[in-house]
T-cell receptor, first 112, second 114 residues
């Protein structure tokens, strides 16, 4: 099982649609979880951290299921500007080291 | 406050040439990272540093060297470039505090090795 695995995509949705991305991770001891957004030819930027209780930021909702080692991102009422690649990121701590592992990303295109 | 600055933004090398990529951050971050991003491969960690004077290998360190002589700078060197090192390189930094601390990325370096 890959360390961090995401839906391969791509996802093509109309404006206003709801879209969900899934991500699984292999290390049950993983301690921190994030969703990053990357626009074409740009650097990744943090979209939101993912907490055990789940969290919401406007149209975006992130969920974490530790038992199933599963993370999700839900985008409601999608906008053209949401078109980007969404990266699932998992953090693990080992002594003084802190390792972040990135999924390969899921490409989302929102169409007018 | 510039954040994380990478130079150069673009570079073309011939096989066997050497070069150094510079990453500079002005946020007093302890941790710095070098990633490469290839189509279909996602971001892969090359080397990282947990503080001034320290470096450690990541997932794909072969063919690269790094140095962190000053806290604000993290250099990535290619001693003898190979076509397999054609990629987009991203530098990132973060604070030392463990937890939900976000990575700040530079804008990337597009490197082509012919």
């Amino acid at each position: 099982r890959k360390e961090v695995e995401q839906d391969p995509g791509p996802f093509n949705v109309p404006e206003g649609a709801t879209v969900a991305f899934n991500c699984t991770y292999s290390n049950s001891a993983s301690q921190s979880f994030f969703w990053y957004r990357q626009d074409c030819r740009k650097e990744p930027k943090l979209l939101m951290s993912v907490y055990s209780s789940g969290n919401e930021d406007g149209r975006f909702t992130a969920q974490l299921n530790r038992a199933s080692q599963y993370i999700s991102l839900l985008i409601r009422d999608s906008k053209l500007s949401d078109s980007a690649t969404y990266l699932c990121v998992v953090g693990n701590s080992g002594g003084s080291n802190y390792k972040l592992t990135f999924g390969k990303g899921t490409l989302l295109t929102v169409n007018p | 406050n510039a954040g994380v600055t990478q130079t150069p933004k673009f570079r073309v090398l011939k096989t066997g040439q050497s070069m150094t990529l510079l990453c500079a951050q002005d946020m007093n971050h302890e941790y710095m990272y070098w990633y490469r991003q290839d189509p279909g491969m996602g971001l892969r960690l090359i080397h990282y540093s947990v503080g001034e004077g320290t470096t450690a290998k990541g997932e794909v360190p072969d063919g690269y060297n790094v140095s962190r002589l000053k806290k604000q700078n993290f250099l990535l060197g290619l001693e003898s470039a190979a076509p397999s090192q054609t990629s987009v390189y991203f530098c990132a930094s973060r604070r030392q505090v463990f937890g939900n601390e976000k990575l700040f990325f530079g804008s990337g370096t597009q490197l082509s090795v012919l």
